[in-house]
């Protein structure tokens, strides 16, 4: 993997991409009124294993329980009346589709989520919970594309992309005013990577406010497009994906690929089994519960391939976004009850 | 269950007690450069199911993964050279006795800690990270007194008692100056209650702060014996107890009954099947892993007992100290693993 090690000046980056510090400033006074500002953990523990200063930004600790709520909030609050009267669209697996419905009923508007048939029980739910209209689709991106046109058809909606649209990117970006507030000593900060909306706000934001800052994607292996694609300069798309991290299967869009192939420094890839094992630290070192996209970046920190390139050494002061928690526990439940 | 609803004022505290808001601030001074400042977190969600607004103090979040370290720092911190270098001995069955040892190596001393076999496994394994010396006892309180005055009388170290002692009683008080500084709204503060020295220190502190507050303990059905020390109005003992709250087996002493037969305005016995319920909740909703015991808080705020207790109907914001968060969840990974 190649690196972008050359740092962009603020020039460079304002107005170039669908999002920029403005807009994200914006966005962040658009949302606080509404959002929590989720606490940075540390732990002595983890910092002892990894051999360098974590910090763990908890967006799992968000309404919505991600930090989808971010850039949904900021969609909806930037809609005017005629367009939020017809009520918003979108498909998703799980996080984001709840963060709409609950900035949906923020704003008393209508959410209509296409939901593919494999997504996590408890991710419905908060869907449900929220007032969202659920409309199932397969379990396939073509499907669940076909879905939310005919829904879009029938209801005039307004279609808000998980991921590929300005107004999500500057929600998503504005943990970064929040995480280099709370730990200025930061001097890398390692983000989950899916479709690119959360890694390419937070990029946006962290480069403006610190040029020298580096952002690492971290990736599973079974879902390895985004490190493919910084690999072939072009967006790769998967034939199919295999990953515990049932979060992290979207691939690049038109407006999160360039962020992620000028601003993103480096993707760190790992295995399930890798994120399996950081999941437990987070449980059980950190007391955060979160879902397995949650824990990558942890897991990417341990990993060889990131603690044995020795580019990364100077990462010191290294923050993790924790990106969110939602996870089905039944069985641990169902084994306490006896 | 009666109740004391008449105030007290900060003259007829100080002094009277093992502790007091003087050696409480004077513990904060002591031990805030080394203990973590827990967040308080919050939930819409949690709010609507309890019908009022809840403030969780995450302290699962605290060193060790537990409040103890707050006691046991001062308790360390306030020994003298002569004291610290014959080391600390305690016996605890899990969260003291890893805080202690914690405590013990930031001075540099040796801890030696008196185990009952039955102890949960991560919370050993907290006492062997830190580097604590391991006794095992039998899993009976007499057991472990009797093997704790063995290892007093070899090493002449200096016995630290989990809850019933000034010091440890100080150190946790200072949660009620955090808390009531993060959330100055709170109207009522529901601790889990077993020694006594948690409930002890925070209604110390907060009383003198806030002379109206209310100081509910929560205590498992199965180790009701604070409830019943209530009742009688002197210090009850159970032949045995059985609870899944494996933190709160212990019984009230002769430094903490006093404040909590003064200071405390009740106690909710909540059943284990409730707590498990509220384990679930702080998991799934709030993203927080706790213990058993840090989750009865939240059971007793939402058990039947005190939601239609009219009494209860001013408590309108309520702070819930979320104790600590050692667990074994082995059986989760286990399954995850496959």
Known sequence: MEMEMETKSQEEIEGKYAAD???????????????????????????????????????????????????????????????????????????????????????????????????????????????????????????????????????????????????????????????????????????????????SGIALAAKSINPSIRILGAEPKGANDAALSKSAGKIIKLHETSTIADGLRAFLGDLTWPVVRDLVDDIIVVEDKEIIAAMRLCYEVLKVAVEPSGAIGLAAVLSDTFRKNPTWNECRNVGIVVSGGNLDLGLLWNSMDN
């Open 21 to 199: 510090i403005s807009s994200i400033r914006a966005a962040y006074a658009r949302i606080s009124p509404f959002i929590h500002k989720t606490p940075v953990l540390t732990s002595e523990s983890l910092n002892i294993m990894a051999g360098r200063n974590l910090f763990f930004k908890c967006e799992c600790f968000q309404k919505g329980g991600a930090f989808k709520f971010r850039g949904a909030c900021n969609a909806m609050l930037s809609l005017d009346e005629e367009q939020a009267a017809k009520g918003v669209l979108t498909h998703s697996s799980g996080n984001h589709a709840a963060a709409l419905a609950l900035a949906a009923k923020l704003r008393g508007v209508k959410a209509y989520i296409v939901i593919p048939k494999n997504a996590p029980k408890c991710k419905v739910e908060n869907v449900r919970r929220y007032g969202g209209q659920i409309i199932w689709s397969e379990a396939n991106l073509l499907s669940r594309e076909e879905t939310a046109a005919k829904v879009l058809q029938e209801t005039g909606a307004v279609f808000l992309h998980p991921y590929n649209d300005g107004r999500i990117i500057s929600g998503q970006g504005t943990i970064s005013l929040e995480f280099l507030e709370q730990a200025p000593q930061i001097d890398t900060i390692v983000v989950p990577i899916s479709g690119g909306g959360l890694i």
